[in-house]
């Protein structure tokens, strides 16, 4: 005898070979079919299932298990929550980006003017505070191009 699907078993009713939610609501899979019973009903779902084209009934489970498991955390926003905190986080992180090119900019200006005044001194005079100069100035490049 089979074991009835997570849906069949949950709403206590028998499940037979032309069960419409087995295919998507296993036996052990009970927790994402309560989700989804809680946040739309078996009525609901079966409707939504049936509305839906064959191929692409499972992306459409899918989309319901999302948005029940999003809604039972978050009942006012729901997966819009979540999608609105991951735009604000892109934002927030293209701004740290544009900040980190400038200071980049910032910083390939000072090199350049550091080495124009090295170039510039003809004398000898200062050689000691340009002594460590190649080893920053790798270990700079280094940096600049592993961050970008």
Known sequence: MQQPCA??????RRCDNKCLLAPYFPTEDVDKFVGVHKVFGASNVIKMIQMVEEREREDAVKAM?????????DPVYGSTGAIY????????????????????????????????IRNNNVHGHNDDIFENYGTFSAEFHHLMDSSI
Not at 7 to 12: D, Q, S
Not at 65 to 73: G, S
Request: aromatic content about 2%.
């Open 7 to 12: 849906a069949c078993r949950m709403l206590r």
């Open 65 to 73: 298990v999302y948005e029940a498991t999003a809604r039972l955390r």
């Open 85 to 116: 905190q991951l735009q604000k986080m892109i934002e927030e992180l293209k701004a740290q980006l544009e900040s980190m090119k400038s200071l980049v900019s910032e910083l390939r200006e000072q090199e350049e003017q550091l080495l124009s």
